[in-house]
């Protein structure tokens, strides 16, 4: 069963990237990491279960957690209102970082601030197909890498694409193997790579198979791709390559 397999696939993810975020942290690459496959396993166990059974061929590939939403409730791309009443996914046990860091606080399902990249996207996404099971029965969503990785006495978020070295290629590496577990499993023929490290990433580690990569504009507020025309053109871009 797909599901079954989804979810013992992200269990061993979970699992395997924490010994890659202590010797990042070891190795003064960062400072603090957040697994939270880890913390917030049931809200993504959750997630797993409502997409697992949507029989989507495409797959939209985010590059890592943001702290506002898959940080907090451990779904890609999440936003507290989207989750809530969108996926309906609310009221579930999100736990602690093991090493949490005070200008990241995590409150789960209950976090106060929306993820703009987050509401952009599922919004999107319920704009173009509706509610959740016609989302989920097109796309399923998922982030190449689990790890929230933060540098400095800011906890300034460092995305993967900014860390080098032995260990990071390492964590990349198996990152990619996930990423192919879940095309295999689910029988992805496309996978929409959201920003140009996300594509990457899958076009290397797709090389050889039929998949189709494809990308779109990440939806950051930081991308001026995302903000221009008050985000029209954004909205163009990714619909341009929805199935």
């Known amino acids: 069963?797909?599901?079954?397999?989804?979810?013992?696939?992200?269990?061993?993810?979970?699992?395997?990237?924490?010994?890659?975020?202590?010797?990042?942290?070891?190795?003064?690459?960062?400072?603090?990491?957040?697994?939270?496959?880890?913390?917030?396993?049931?809200?993504?166990?959750?997630?797993?279960?409502?997409?697992?059974?949507?029989?989507?061929?495409?797959l939209l590939l985010g590059m890592n957690p943001g702290p506002h939403g898959m940080g907090?409730?451990?779904?890609?791309?999440?936003?507290?209102?989207?989750?809530?009443?969108?996926?309906?996914?609310?009221?579930?046990?999100?736990?602690?970082?093991?090493?949490?860091?005070?200008?990241?606080?995590?409150?789960g399902l209950d976090w106060p601030k929306e993820e703009v990249s987050g509401t952009r996207l599922w919004g999107l996404l319920a704009e173009h197909y509706g509610d959740a099971e016609n989302i989920l029965s097109n796309v399923f969503l998922v982030n190449h890498c689990p790890l929230m990785l933060f540098a400095g006495e800011r906890a300034t978020n460092i995305t993967p694409d900014k860390i080098a070295g032995e260990t990071a290629r390492a964590l990349l590496a198996r990152c990619d193997d996930h990423l192919r577990e879940v095309v295999e499993m689910m029988e992805i023929n496309t996978v929409i790579g959201v920003g140009r490290f996300s594509e990457k990433r899958a076009a290397a580690a797709l090389l050889g198979s039929k998949v189709e990569v494809r990308t779109c504009w990440h939806p950051s507020p930081a991308s001026p791709l995302a903000n221009k025309n008050g985000g029209k053109d954004w909205r163009e871009n990714v619909r341009s390559v929805l199935p």
């Open 1 to 58: 069963m797909v599901v079954a397999r989804l979810v013992d696939a992200a269990a061993r993810l979970r699992d395997d990237v924490e010994p890659f975020a202590d010797a990042l942290v070891e190795g003064a690459l960062v400072d603090c990491v957040y697994n939270p496959l880890a913390y917030a396993w049931q809200p993504h166990r959750a997630y797993l279960e409502m997409a697992g059974v949507g029989g989507a061929k495409t």
């Open 72 to 107: 907090q409730m451990g779904i890609p791309f999440a936003a507290t209102a989207m989750v809530r009443n969108l996926l309906g996914i609310r009221d579930l046990h999100v736990g602690q970082p093991r090493t949490p860091h005070p200008k990241r606080p995590v409150s």
